[in-house]
Each structure stands twice: as C-alpha cells, then as structure tokens.
C-alpha cells in the first residue's frame, strides 16, 4: 500500500529531441509529483535486433530517479511490437474482418500467437529481471489498454469452436441455444462450424465477442504470473482500463472521449490477477467540463476490487479543445481523489515532436518550458505534499449500485435501441441523472452484484439477464430493496435468445405491469418532456402508473410504473427522456429507502462526492463545475476545509469561485 498520493506522469527520454533528464526530474520534484512510468511502449527501444537487448535508458532513468527520489512503475512494453518482428514472423499479426493488420500502429497483433508470446515472454522477463529489484520501482503495469483487436483469425476460431463443443457439449444444444435453424445456420457435425467473419446471428457473435474477452483476460493473468515471478513482496501489479471512446467529430483518436462500458474487454474478469485497479480517463474540459466522466470511470474502476485504484494516464493540455481554463487542472485532480483515486498521471510529461500523437499534448508544450499548465501543477501538487495523507484511501459505503454488463451491450449493437440511442447512452443517461443530484453509486459488473450490500438498484438497458440474475433482483425487492429498471432490459437470456412469455421476463409481476409492443414515439410527451428515440408501451397489471403517454393512440399506455412487491419497490422506466423526468423517480425511490443525504439538497454544477480517509474522518469534497462564483450554505455540524484551514458550521456561507475545490473534514 503506498504510504503517499501518487501523483506524475508517464516519461518517455527516448522520445526527447535531446537529452534533458535531469532537468526534466527538477521539474517534476517542483511540481510535487513522485512517481514515473517508463518503458511501456518501447520494445524497439528495449530488443533492436532479435535478442539484441539494451536497458541503457531504462538504467540512466532509474539512477537519476534515486537521485531525485522519484518512484518507477515499469510497464511491459508489448503492446507495440517492433518491426523486425514483424518481417520475420508475419504470422504474428491480427486478422481482422478487413484482413491482415498492417505494421505500423499499437495493438494490432495476435495475443495468442505461439510465437508472439514467445517473444513477448522473453522480453518481459528481461525488462522485469533487470529492474525488480531496483528501490525505486514501486509497481509494474501489465500491457497497456489491452483488448482482442478485432481478431477473427483461424487461431482464434479454433479456440472458439473448442470452446462451443466444449459448453454445449452437442450440435443439437447449440443450435437450440442460438436458433440456428434461422436461415439454414444449423449445424449438425462440429467439423461444419462456419467462420464466424460471416456470422449473422447476434447471440452467437455475443458468443464470440465474450470469449474473446475472456482470452483478453487470461491474457493479462499470463503477463502477472510473469511478472509475480520477480517482483517484491511489497510491488503492485496493475493495468490502465480504458472505456468506449465517444466520438463526436471525424473518425479519428483526437475527436472523443471516454464514455462508457468498454466493449473489448471486461474490466472485472481482467482485474482479478491485480493488485490494484488502474485506469485511463480523458474527459471533456472548457466549458463542457462536467465531471461526469471523472465520475463514472472512477466509480467503475474503483468497484471492481471494491478499493482504492491509480489514475494511470490522464490529460494535461491534449488538444486543442482539452487546453484547461486556469483552475479546470486542479479540479481534475481532486475529482479523481473524490472518486476514490490513490493517484494520478499524466499522459504525458512532454509533447511529443514528431508521431502519430504529436498534438496530444502533454503537462509541457513542445517548447518543453514552463507553461500555464505546469505552473497549476506545481500549486496542487505542492499542497498535496502538505495534506496528502489526509486525503489516502477514501474509502465508500455507497448504498446505490448502478448494473452494466458487456453482453447487454453487444446485444444491443446487434439489435439497436435506436440508431442514434446505443447501451452506453442509456447507461449514461441513468448515470449522470444521479451524478448530477449527488447520490453515489458504485458501478457493477452484473456477474459481481452483491445485492445484500445496496438499498437501491438501477439497470439501463439489461438486455441480457439470466435466470440466477432475475431471481437475484426478485428476491432484493422482495426483501425490501428499491428496483429501477430502464427499457429493454430482461428481453433475452444470455445466448440472447428472447425469452417467448411475459415481458420484462420473470419480472412483471415484481413490476406489476407487462409491455408487448414498442414503437417509436413520434409526438408522444411525458410529464410534457418529449421521448425520443424508444418507447415501450406498458400495461400495468397491480403496479401504478407514475406517468402516461401524452398522445392521442398511446396516452392509454404508462411510460413510467411503480410498484409494491413484498417489502420492497420496483420501479420501471419504460422510455427515454429528459433527465429531469428520471430524477424525479431517483428522488421518491431515494426517500422510500432513507438514503437521501444533506448533498441532495445540491445539484451539478456543485457536486459533493464523500468517503472515508485512513484517519478515520469523514471528508467532503465540494467541487465547482462552473465559470460563476456562487454562495452555497454548508450542510454539515461542523466541517474544516483541509486546504485553507477554514472552519463552517451548519448554514455558514460557502463561497465558491470559478472552478473551485472545497474539501470538508468533519469536527
């Protein structure tokens, strides 16, 4: 566990246009910062030539790193291969639906190649036997936002087909399972199993895309086991998770941002061979700063081991659009630590001066000066060196969980809500209604929901749902536990086969009502908000309609219901709308079950995020989404702000500037 708030960057002297060390590590120890990642992108650097290798860099780093008493996490580098290998063994490369991956970019090889894991092997317990040992290395992260990449090759379907024979044992249960006989798709000898590039059945591509997934995962578990060969005791091993990236201009890297569930990879099967979570967040800024992404990725990564994680690469200064207003630096920051962060860093420390992500800029510009950023680095990064054991650990004991799952988000590629409305909107959609009024949810991996942990539950969009899951969320309600399900969700079991009887299935009757037709809404309002996109057109059946359709042929259908089951409630949204209207159900379902606190008197752009430090105190983090100062009137006994030392008792005035962080500790 560390004993201090990581707070750095990833640093890359082979990529400097000159030799600049040591100044760089002064700047960094100005700035506050304690910890360097290195060599995760190098393998060109590190193996030149086959079984040629050199560690002169990685050496010259890690000595002036003990100088400057700055922290190493080392990160193996096979995420991008170096050509040689390439020319010799082509084979290693992915094929994809478009065919064979050309060299060039990252991630674009066969994970499960022999011969690439061969060398990947050999060069990762060389980086690893070279460096483990050293005091300054802390941790090492395993690959790098890894994920299947698209992979259809012969390799990978073989596995596939081994995997299908040995699941469903026959030819007669797999057709079964996926309605084969559709389109003349069954088949009745394993040797007639098609490849899967041409597959037009949806759950069977869900099929696919799990078990890829699943690859990925044992994947990582193999580079750990490497890695767990030769680390201390004390060393962590970690990965940097990444999210579906939401694009909003051409169809490159630049225009986006992180989003929502990652669809190649899931995070809770991959993380369990770390030790500590770690995660990449990239996130709108300038007057589309909202928090929100912050928000949701760190609820994510921090509920898959359900502790504290590192924020392994975030922006500085990026693009153009990313270049931070004065204050937005420091309040990404205390963002992350409200989340439950152990720490962050930059991608990267310098602007690269020539490759494919020269105007991702990063902490300097390409002067490799000082700067507005930097400067705004060195004012937080200073006063965590002053109160950062204060701020260690936040630990959560959120009541609200917030359900995804990467097989409802394939079906609902296949079998779209809308093509403008995906899975991840809605999850967003439901996400930041309750981000916005300030109650805290984890976000859990469907396969890891703890039901007994929570009072409230809320699933957009899960499409798939097996029977052990519908029984689970049953037996919660029944039990006395708030239920708030979106449409589409128990559509279909988990081969994505709908389930022929009463919608939403095995559910209905928990939520008093039934639905077998939707439509698109056309003029249709509720509660005078106009739906977009999806509309189910719901029958009650002992529930109560919270709202109905507003429109001449569906005004006879609710859109939203409630209903009483045992102890519990169940509440059903059976449309997408504006999000005032969905935080009103948020807010009565909240009352029902006691878990509004003083923060729901707030809303974005003041958002309040709380937990526990290691001391024991409970903290409150007030940060400020907005270019207007505003008077907000403290909501707690009696609270000092660990920043400035100022005290406020209940109902003194709180005065927030631009951009601004408070940090509340109750005394």
Request: glycine residues 6%; negative net charge.
């Amino acid at each position: 566990m560390n004993r201090e708030l990581l707070f750095g960057t990833a640093y890359y002297p082979e990529y400097m246009p000159y030799d600049r060390i040591e100044t760089d590590m002064k700047m960094m120890k100005q700035a506050g910062m304690n910890v360097i990642r290195i060599a995760e992108s190098t393998w060109s650097t590190l193996e030149p030539r086959e079984s040629e290798f050199d560690f002169s860099y990685i050496d010259r780093v890690l000595a002036v790193s003990e100088k400057y008493d700055m922290q190493v996490i080392i990160g193996t580098p096979t995420y991008a291969i170096p050509s040689w290998l390439e020319r010799k063994e082509p084979d290693v490369m992915a094929v994809t639906d478009k065919g064979r991956k050309k060299y060039g970019h990252r991630q674009l090889m066969n994970l499960w190649n022999p011969v690439f894991r061969a060398y990947a092997e050999r060069v990762i317990r060389k980086l690893i036997a070279h460096t483990a040992d050293h005091p300054q290395v802390i941790g090492f992260q395993i690959d790098n936002e890894t994920k299947y990449y698209g992979n259809v090759g012969e390799q990978v379907q073989a596995m596939f087909r081994e995997y299908l024979r040995e699941t469903f044992e026959t030819t007669e249960e797999l057709n079964k399972a996926f309605y084969l006989a559709y389109w003349s798709n069954s088949i009745h000898d394993w040797e007639d199993f098609p490849d899967m590039s041409g597959c037009v059945n949806g759950g069977l591509v869900a099929e696919f895309e799990k078990f890829r997934r699943k690859l990925v995962a044992e994947y990582l578990a193999w580079q750990a086991e490497l890695v767990g060969e030769y680390k201390r005791k004390e060393q962590f091993i970690t990965h940097n998770f990444d999210f579906e990236w939401k694009k909003f201009g051409a169809d490159i890297a630049q225009d986006g941002y992180s989003y929502g569930v990652q669809p190649d990879i899931n995070h809770y099967e991959a993380s369990k061979c770390l030790t500590i979570a770690g995660t990449d967040i990239y996130h709108p800024t300038q007057d589309e700063l909202t928090g929100a992404e912050i928000a949701f990725g760190g609820d994510s990564i921090r509920s898959l081991k359900n502790d504290n994680y590192i924020v392994l690469e975030c922006q500085a200064q990026a693009f153009k659009y990313w270049t931070p207003y004065p204050g937005q630096l420091r309040l990404h920051a205390y963002s992350h630590l409200a989340s439950g962060a152990d720490g962050i860093m930059y991608w990267n420390w310098h602007s690269i001066h020539n490759g494919y992500e020269t105007y991702w800029r990063g902490l300097l510009s390409h002067d490799l000066s000082v700067n507005p950023a930097y400067e705004e680095a060195c004012v937080f990064g200073q006063e965590w060196k002053k109160v950062g054991s204060r701020l260690m650990h936040l630990k959560k004991e959120n009541q609200v969980a917030l359900v995804v799952d990467n097989h409802s988000l394939t079906a609902c590629k296949w079998f779209p809500i809308d093509r403008d409305l995906s899975y991840n909107d809605v999850v967003r959609w439901m996400y930041d209604s309750l981000y916005e009024m300030n109650i805290e949810c984890d976000i859990v991996d469907v396969h890891a929901l703890d039901a007994s942990k929570y009072k409230m539950i809320v699933t957009p969009a899960l499409y798939s749902a097996d029977e052990e899951t519908i029984g689970k969320l049953e037996r919660f309600v029944s039990d006395g536990g708030v239920l708030i399900s979106s449409f589409r969700s128990f559509v279909a079991d988990e081969h994505l086969s709908v389930y022929p009887d009463t919608q939403p299935h095995g559910l209905h009757r928990c939520f008093g009502m039934s639905y077998n037709q939707f439509t698109e809404p056309g003029k249709a309002l509720v509660k005078g908000k106009k739906v977009q996109f999806f509309a189910e057109l719901l029958k009650l059946d002992g529930g109560e309609s919270i709202a109905d359709y507003e429109h001449k042929y569906w005004g006879r259908y609710a859109a939203f219901t409630h209903n009483y089951y045992g102890k519990g409630h169940a509440y059903y949204i059976g449309c997408y709308t504006e999000k005032d209207v969905i935080k009103d159900v948020y807010r009565t379902a909240a009352e029902e079950v006691g878990i509004l606190q003083a923060e729901s008197n707030f809303s974005w752009p003041v958002i309040i995020r709380s937990g526990m430090n290691q001391e024991g105190k409970k903290l409150h983090y007030l940060l400020h989404y907005s270019e207007k100062d505003r008077t907000v009137l403290c909501p707690y006994r009696s609270v000092q702000d660990i920043l400035t030392g100022e005290i406020y008792r209940k109902g003194d005035s709180i005065t927030l500037k631009d951009w601004d962080v408070k940090i509340l500790e109750e005394i």
